[in-house]
Structures are given as C-alpha cells and as structure tokens.
C-alpha cells in the first residue's frame, strides 16, 4: 500500500519492481507527470482514463507492447515516453490525444513507421531512433507541424520524395542508416537547422 499525498502532482515511481501500477496512483487526478521507467509492467490498467489532468506519462523501460484504449482518455497529456519496450505496432486510439506534441519511441521492435502517427497533428517532436523501420511511408508530409524527427538507427535507404513538405522541420536525424545519398529535396526545408545523416 502505498500512501501518497492526493493533491501531487508529480509521482516517480521509476526503478520499484514494480508488476503493476499500484491502484491508488488513479485516485490522484491532480496529477500532472508519472513516472514509472525501469520496472516490469507489462500492461497498463484502464484505470490509467481517471488521470485526466495528466501532461507527461514516462513508461519507458518496460515490458509492454501494447497500450490501453482507455489512455486515449487522457485529453492533457502532452508527452508521452515509452523506449525499450516491445512495441510493434501503436493503436490509432491515440489520435484522440489532441494535445500530444513529443513521443519518444527508442529501442522497440518497430520494423513499420506506425502510421497513426501521421495524423496526431498536434505532433512535433518524434524520435524513433533504434528500431528496424525499412522505409518511411509517402505521405508522411501529412505531419505538417513536426519540428524534430529522430530516426537513427533503422534500416532507412532512402527518405520519400515528398519530405520537403515538412515545411516546419527544424532538425532531421537519420545517422546509423543505410541511406548512401540525400534527395536534393531536403534542400527546400527551409526551417532544417540541424541535420544528422552519416
């Protein structure tokens, strides 16, 4: 049993064996970061909808390779970690999270560009560094206000003509690939600060 303070807004739970989220971690509904990396869950209870006030959820370091419909409930949450996790595939519930803007999807087993993704709008920062992703899809311009899109260490050989849509890109990391040329097109990006390409 774990006694906590109702009105916290910040939980870190992070590195405390833990199987599950202790059910009294849902009665805090003022709570606006939780963290809960290095442990060993390998699912996240429904119950994880009452946190509505919720901004950051950090469950990176994991055992899960799925996600709960019910987390499309968090309607605050902006930044959303779950690296080192087995995730394959994420569910197109999170096209409910209107307010999402960083997902950092490291070190999971991602061979295919989830392509949910390409219609969370809100969505501007991205890093799906360490996986095994072979190609990104073609309307990717669909992601119109990404500023930071982290793609080291896939198995990328070439990036889609259309990229140079990404008209607010600022940083494009793709060191650690099997890309042996860069299309001209990057050029148009007129925002591209900082690129990373060998």
Do not use: W
């Amino acid at each position: 049993m774990i006694k906590i303070d109702k009105d916290i807004e910040f939980l870190n739970l992070n590195n405390s064996d833990l199987d599950e989220i202790p059910k009294e971690v849902f009665s805090l509904t003022n709570l606006k970061k939780l963290h809960l990396c290095g442990n060993r869950l390998k699912t996240i209870s429904s119950e994880i909808s009452k946190l509505r006030n919720l901004e950051c959820l950090d469950i990176k370091q994991n055992h899960l390779n799925s996600l709960p419909i019910e987390l499309s409930e968090l309607v605050s949450l902006k930044t959303l970690y779950l690296s080192r996790n087995k995730f394959q595939e994420l569910p197109s519930s999170l096209l409910k999270l209107e307010k999402l803007n960083k997902i950092v999807l490291n070190e999971n087993e991602f061979k295919i560009f989830p392509k949910v993704l390409l219609k969370i709008e809100s969505l501007e920062r991205l890093i799906l560094r360490d996986n095994q992703i072979l190609k990104l899809p073609e309307n990717i311009d669909e992601m119109q206000n990404l500023k930071s899109l982290d793609l080291r260490n896939n198995k990328l050989q070439e990036l889609p003509s259309n990229i140079d849509k990404l008209q607010n890109l600022r940083r494009l990391s793709l060191n650690g690939n099997d890309i042996n040329e860069v299309s001209a097109s990057i050029e148009k990006l007129k925002k591209l600060r900082i690129i990373e390409l060998f």
